[in-house]
T-cell receptor, first 112, second 110 residues
Framework: EAQVTQNPRYLITVTGKKLTVTCSQN?????MSWYRQDPGLGLRQIYY???????DKGDVPEGYKVSRKEKRNFPLILESPSPNQTSLYFC???????????FGNGTRLTVT | QKEVEQNSGPLSVPEGAIASLNCTYS??????FFWYRQYSGKSPELIMF????GDKEDGRFTAQLNKASQYVSLLIRDSQPSDSATYLC??????????FGPGTRLSVLP
């Protein structure tokens, strides 16, 4: 089944403890992206990648890192999480930019 | 600054009516246009995409694109309570990144 898989679905952590949210797609998509969604603020893009080894900042990159060493994987890294990073996170991919985006099921992160 | 705007909600329609959702965009170079449906706490789900001027129909959904006026709309015919959700408009200028609108919340009243 073609899909975007995020893990974990739920995560509760403490301030400053490094964490990684994984994202993997099995559709051979070139484009991948991370979004966060907060009440009243809509989807805001964190980072995106047009292809392997190519990543760019989105609208809200501060406090986040990404890497794209393989086409299928695009992990989101929070080196030192803070409470303002408590949010619902979505990974998404598409064949190329301009093609429909496919979203993962989301990761609800709580930083205390 | 590339912007995508949507009609402010919430939009309420009675069951069986036509729901009309509108989206305007600022970049005249935009090439691809998408409508997503998102239920609360769930991930966005693709409803329609359209690349060319005119109408595109899929079941109860019709997307309408007018590049000259820089708007894209989504019509939902015979609205059902299960259509109650937030609808997101997304646009991509050619070769460039996706830009999402803030969303319009639709409520279909039984």
């Amino acid at each position: 089944e073609a899909q975007v898989t995020q893990n974990p679905r739920y995560l509760i952590t403490v301030t400053g403890k490094k964490l990684t949210v994984t994202c993997s797609q099995n559709m051979n998509h070139e484009y991948m992206s991370w979004y966060r969604q907060d009440p009243g603020l809509g989807l805001r893009q964190i980072y995106y990648s047009m292809n392997v080894e190519v990543t760019d900042k989105g609208d809200v990159p501060e406090g986040y890192k990404v890497s794209r060493k393989e086409k299928r994987n695009f992990p989101l890294i929070l080196e030192s999480p803070s409470p303002n990073q408590t949010s619902l996170y979505f990974c998404a991919s598409s064949y190329r930019v301009g093609s429909p985006l496919h979203f993962g099921n989301g990761t609800r992160l709580t930083v205390t | 600054q590339k912007e995508v705007e949507q009609n402010s909600g919430p939009l309420s329609v009675p069951e069986g009516a036509i729901a009309s959702l509108n989206c305007t965009y600022s970049d005249r170079g935009s090439q691809s246009f998408f409508w997503y449906r998102q239920y609360s706490g769930k991930s966005p789900e693709l409803i329609m995409f359209i690349y060319s001027n005119g109408d595109k129909e899929d079941g109860r959904f019709t997307a309408q694109l007018n590049k000259a006026s820089q708007y894209v709309s989504l019509l939902i015919r015979d609205s059902q309570p299960s259509d109650s959700a937030t609808y997101l408009c997304a646009v991509t200028p050619y070769g460039q990144n996706f830009v999402f609108g803030p969303g319009t919340r639709l409520s279909v009243l039984p």
